[in-house]
């Protein structure tokens, strides 16, 4: 299943979290289920390109496609 940015919505958090993710180069991202962390990790590790999801659940981001 292709994770794209059509339909994305950038959220606030997303620019707070690029900001936490260069001062200390590890972010935790928890809360409750189906409310966009993935994506938002997605988003921000990726600039914006997101990745893909495999049938097993696993996420996979092309290592061309990290924004650092």
Wanted: proline share 6%; hydrophobic share 40%; net charge positive.
């Amino acid at each position: 299943m292709p994770l794209t940015k059509q339909g994305y919505l950038p959220r606030i958090i997303d620019t707070k979290v690029a900001d936490y993710l260069d001062i200390f180069g590890a972010v935790s991202i928890e809360g409750p289920k189906w409310r966009g962390k993935t994506w938002t990790a997605l988003a921000v590790i990726t600039g914006g390109g997101l990745g893909q999801r495999r049938s097993d659940g696993v996420y996979v981001v092309p290592i061309n496609a990290l924004k650092h």
